[in-house]
């Protein structure tokens, strides 16, 4: 099996052209240099997709093992990441998350596997990014297994460069007698034995970790088939480096193709809106399509009491108009800067009036575990200050700001492995108290 990216007269080869074109290679079992396809891998993939010859083209050994859902939904990325203008192409994050979508949609065709049995997911690379910066390189022999590192080195083809683009230079190498492999700045392919559908899981989902620690799973449904005509829609408010986005997934249920998606959303406490424009590409009968919306702050504000709740319309060119709602977590506004000194901490809490503090208790939630918790909240940026020990309770202080550098000083009493813990938090804005009571029940119920 060849696993290589780009065919070196095409296009110049990006992140997710390169990833996409080693699917191409396992799926549709042909060389990305192959001699026998004059125009190249990518521009016989993209035609052989356009006149509909997925039976045809893709590999016999996984035939009739992969719905067709959910090849549907691997050509969908597949035509995407091969398009030929570079800005066109999804980034790497949109291949990962549309890649969960199909082994998703495989998982519910599928409920359970054949012990031993082969699947398309048992001949895919692990994949593993390497950011370009210094911390974590692919030119960081430290950060290879020691086998890619022994195999590749001193490897690659003489004569073996397929191109050159933004991601540095691309050729090919040898890891054993009959496998290729690439070597660029910023990726690093490695092919393991095969061990089955769970592994192959496995690595995908550590693959998407890594990009979005975070990021929880699945996304809820806002949105069921049965109320909208069979589109069915999924999506949470997250935060990544700085930014809130609205990460959706459209699944199209239909027998028509879903196109032209537009979102609009109604005035609310945050003023939260849409950034940019939605962009999906269209949505083929029974496949699926992600997105990261970003989105913006204080631009329709709804007066009166804080409220989490946020309503959404979306609209597309087949079907009517759609409302639902769904619930902003308060931690989407804390910013990565909130972490206080103790001396802060302390001058902070005690220059606040005692009015200002709100108290609540949450009954449902048990604490096993000091350290876990406070690595939690710290990934939703409520940050450790200290903790003291009254009997036979923890007291945890932690801190974080809200948008506008709002100070959040949180205080937490729990008992370890008993139901049951008290929340308080002092801040100028009190009012907002509730929404954070609520969102801490959310997020620590996730834990359990």
């Excluded at 997934?249 to 940019?276: C, R, S, W, Y």
Aim: net charge neutral; charged share 20%.
């Amino acid at each position: 099996m060849i696993a290589a990216t780009g065919n070196g007269k095409e296009y110049q080869p990006s992140t997710s052209s390169s990833v996409q074109l080693t699917q191409a290679c396992l799926h549709f079992q042909k060389r990305a240099v192959d001699k026998s396809i004059e125009e190249g891998l990518a521009t016989w993939a993209q035609d052989s997709i356009k006149a509909g010859k997925l039976k045809d083209i893709v590999d016999s050994d996984i035939r009739g093992q992969i719905s067709t859902k959910c090849l549907k939904g691997f050509v969908q990325i597949a035509g995407r990441c091969l398009l030929s203008h570079p800005k066109q192409r999804p980034t790497m994050a949109e291949v990962v998350f549309s890649l969960e979508s199909a082994l998703t949609l495989q998982e519910k065709i599928n409920s359970s596997l054949q012990a031993g049995g082969r699947t398309i997911f048992g001949k895919m690379l692990d994949i593993f990014l390497f950011a370009s910066n210094g911390e974590n390189s692919a030119h960081d022999d430290s950060k290879l297994s020691s086998d890619v590192k022994d195999n590749v080195t001193g490897n690659l083809y003489p004569r073996g460069a397929l191109g050159e683009g933004g991601s540095g230079k691309v050729s090919l190498g040898l890891v054993d007698n009959n496998t290729l492999i690439t070597s660029n700045s910023d990726v690093g392919i490695k092919k393991y034995k095969e061990e089955g559908f769970q592994r192959h899981a496995a690595n995908l989902t550590s693959l998407r970790e890594n990009l979005y620690p975070s990021r929880p799973r699945p996304l809820p449904v806002v949105l069921p088939a049965a109320t909208g005509q069979g589109l069915e829609i999924s999506g949470q408010l997250v935060r990544k480096d700085g930014q809130i986005f609205y990460s959706l997934i459209f699944e199209n249920n239909t027998n028509i193709p879903l196109d032209g998606f537009k979102i609009q959303f109604h005035k609310n406490t945050f003023g939260l809106a849409a950034g940019v424009p939605l962009q999906v590409p269209q949505v083929q009968p029974g496949t699926s399509a992600r997105t990261l919306l970003p989105m913006v702050l204080f631009q329709n504000i709804a007066l009166g009491p804080p409220k989490s709740i946020l309503h959404v319309a979306v609209k597309n060119n087949q079907q009517p108009v759609w409302y639902f709602s769904d619930r902003l977590s308060l931690f989407v506004l804390f910013m990565e800067d909130g972490r206080m000194e103790r001396s802060t901490f302390l001058e902070t809490w005690k220059s606040l009036p005692d009015s200002n503090e709100v108290s609540k208790e949450i009954p449902g939630i048990t604490i096993n575990n000091v350290d876990a918790t406070i690595e939690q909240l710290a990934s939703s940026n409520m940050f450790f200050i200290a903790k003291h020990k009254n009997r036979n309770q923890e007291l945890l202080y932690l801190s974080a700001k809200m948008t506008k550098g709002i100070p959040f000083l949180i205080e937490l009493t729990v008992v370890i492995g008993v139901q049951g813990l008290k929340c308080a938090i002092k801040s100028p804005t009190p009012e907002i108290g509730p929404l954070f009571s609520e969102a801490l029940e959310t997020l620590l119920s996730c834990m359990g």
